[in-house]
């Protein structure tokens, strides 16, 4: 049985496309890198795929807003494409400036009718860059990409990634749709590790399929014990890190 293949689209200021490529073939899947120019030229490279993936980074610079310019390159050459991605069963994953993207573009939390989005990511309420670890909690739900995920820690590093909904109506359908499926957690002491204002906790958000996942912590930069701060050696080397699970997840789901 041949390998899963990822695609991870990279732009100018993407960042962490590396990384998350070995966290995709950590994960057993071939992943390869590619240029947007190189996609809007051949939007049909997109079909020798089954996973893609926007990664973090600062896209473009992030003029305008965090992912905007990347959302409407995105928009304007490839949405036939990415549609035709998408409903043809892929999966779809935006990590930080990624998750900026998916909202942007409309591909996730997007009206049904009129495309207009219904939730963003604002400034942190800090008005600060935030580079930190923080404590998690998953509800997977239909979320291809968190399946048997609970509580585990993951890093952050963003300056916008404080979620808003449009309205709080749109919160709660969400909600009770089952797709704001990662809140930051609680500390040893207690206190809400919210890095930035999010509402509800939100760190992460998926499609009503579960196929589409946006999230603002990195998974790509723990997938081994050793990238863990407070690793120590009371870890075993080899031990996976709690990112891995989003990657494997992803890898099962299209084997």
Request: neutral net charge; aromatic residues 8%; hydrophobic residues 45%.
């Amino acid at each position: 049985m041949l390998s899963p293949r990822a695609l991870i689209l990279r732009a100018p200021g993407t960042n962490c496309d590396h990384e998350t490529a070995h966290a995709f073939e950590r994960a057993g899947a071939i992943a390869r890198r590619v240029h947007v120019r190189a996609l809007t030229k051949k939007p049909a490279l997109a079909d020798d795929f089954q996973i893609l993936c926007i990664p973090g980074g600062f896209s473009y610079g992030d003029d305008i807003a965090s992912g905007r310019i990347f959302a409407l390159e995105l928009k304007s050459r490839l949405s036939d494409a990415l549609t035709k991605f998408r409903d043809r069963g892929g999966l779809i994953l935006g990590i930080c400036n990624g998750f900026q993207v998916l909202l942007q573009t409309g591909l996730l939390l997007a009206d049904p009718v009129t495309g207009a989005s219904r939730a963003s990511l604002a400034h942190n309420t800090s008005g600060m860059f935030i580079d930190r670890w923080v404590q998690l909690r998953a509800v997977p739900g239909r979320c291809v990409f968190l399946q048997g995920m609970d509580r585990f820690e993951l890093p952050v590093a963003h300056g916008e990634g404080r979620f808003v909904t449009r309205s709080p109506e749109d919160f709660a359908a969400f909600d009770a749709a089952g797709q704001l499926v990662l809140r930051y957690g609680i500390d040893a002491t207690g206190s809400s590790c919210n890095p930035n204002g999010a509402l509800g906790d939100v760190a992460g958000a998926c499609d009503e399929t579960g196929r589409i996942l946006g999230l603002m912590p990195h998974p790509e930069r723990f997938i081994d014990a050793v990238q863990y701060p407070a690793w120590n050696g009371r870890i075993a080397p080899a031990a996976a890190g709690a990112g891995l699970p989003i990657f494997a997840n992803a890898v099962k789901a299209v084997s």
